[in-house]
């Protein structure tokens, strides 16, 4: 079935680490972590929305210069999120440039940094292009939920850290549920489909009444036909709601019974985990040295999740040209879907 986020390793290697999560039927894409950007036409990256770092080493944070390349001048927002001293990281790599001319650029940039520190605080600051980019101190967000850092009406995403020798934040992307339409349906009521069809999504989803007006504009061979219905009489439309996805995006940690904890908390059930596996198992001790794991520890921390489909990732350069062996290591640790716990049929791994 047709999901509303669709997710996929920046490097088609799985190497570097970073997810691209392309938010469908909204030309828009989500980032989990700055990394090699490079790999990414600028068409891609002109989309993103809002990019989410795990931790600001350098393999996870460098490529912020180049999503900011591409963007000036025609990216109108961006906001990030990471951990502790994030803003003011994001504040130093701005103030490594000099801005005499951005304030000219026809589309103005606003950056909006935002970071959640381990005891929970939070803060938040914008950067604008028009300003040479000053800082402009906003309050945080108001969030229900201590580990919700964004919020949509069709999806969110939570956090919790993990440790790397280091804080490190471990993602969630959830969506929300998924609106499903009947094709035929829309036929039969004589209009096809368009951006009308998300607002309709989006208002179903956020409970709105049935009176809501929805504007309906498209084209046909006849040209274009523009009218008004209401939600209640869009909804036939509608076949059913159904239960969104859950994605995990786990990567720099040590193998340790607090971040399993951690990672239970937040993504226990989760449909599809993307985790790292940088080091074979025979190097266990360097691996801990290093602060990352295993490919079985990777393995045994998505079968403790009852992860549904696994995606193994951030393969040390050590390996080049066996990488297999850390993916069928991991595999074999998780046990595949069937262990997972679930009388249904498995999802098939991406
Ligand atoms: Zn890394
Ligand atoms: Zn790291």
């Not at 971040?259 to 985790?275: A, C, K, M, P, T």
């Amino acid at each position: 079935m047709r999901t509303l986020l669709e997710p996929r390793l920046m490097d088609p290697s799985s190497n570097e680490p970073g997810l691209v999560v392309d938010v469908r039927d909204e030309r828009r894409a989500l980032l989990f972590d700055l990394g090699e950007l490079g790999m990414l036409p600028p068409r891609v990256l002109l989309r993103v929305s809002h990019a989410f770092v795990t931790h600001t080493h350098m393999d996870h944070f460098a490529g912020f210069d180049h999503l900011l390349a591409v963007g000036l001048g025609r990216m109108p927002r961006l906001v990030l999120w990471g951990g502790p001293d994030f803003v003011a990281q994001v504040e130093h790599k701005l103030r490594a440039y000099t801005w005499n001319v951005v304030h000219r650029y026809e589309t103005p940039l606003a950056i909006e940094a935002c970071e959640i520190r381990p005891d929970g605080r939070r803060r938040r600051a914008r950067f604008d292009s028009a300003s040479a980019f000053a800082r402009t101190e906003l309050p945080p967000a108001d969030m229900a939920d201590g580990d919700v850092l964004h919020e949509e009406t069709t999806f969110r995403v939570r956090a919790r850290f993990v440790d790397h020798e280091m804080p490190v934040l471990a993602y969630a992307i959830e969506e929300k549920a998924r609106v499903r339409v009947a094709p035929e349906r829309l036929a039969a009521m004589g209009v096809t489909t368009g951006a009308w069809l998300r607002e309709l999504k989006h208002a179903v989803l956020a409970g709105a009444p049935d009176e809501t007006p929805i504007e309906l504009r498209w084209r046909d061979r006849d040209g274009e036909h523009a009218t008004v219905r209401s939600v209640a009489e869009l909804r036939p439309l509608v076949l059913d709601v159904v239960p969104g996805r859950r994605i995990g995006y786990v990567t720099d940690l040590r193998g340790s019974e607090d971040n399993v904890e951690q990672l239970s908390r937040l993504l226990d059930g989760v449909d599809l985990l993307y985790i790292e596996s940088v080091f074979l198992d025979k190097d266990r001790a360097h691996a801990l040295r290093k602060n990352h794991l295993t490919a079985r520890q990777a393995g045994e921390i998505a079968r403790r999740l009852r992860a549904r489909a696994l995606v193994p990732f951030h393969f040390s350069p050590r390996y080049q040209g066996r990488t297999g062996e850390l993916v069928a290591e991991a595999r074999a640790a998780w046990g595949g879907a069937a262990q997972a716990g679930e009388a249904e049929a498995p999802a098939s791994p991406a």
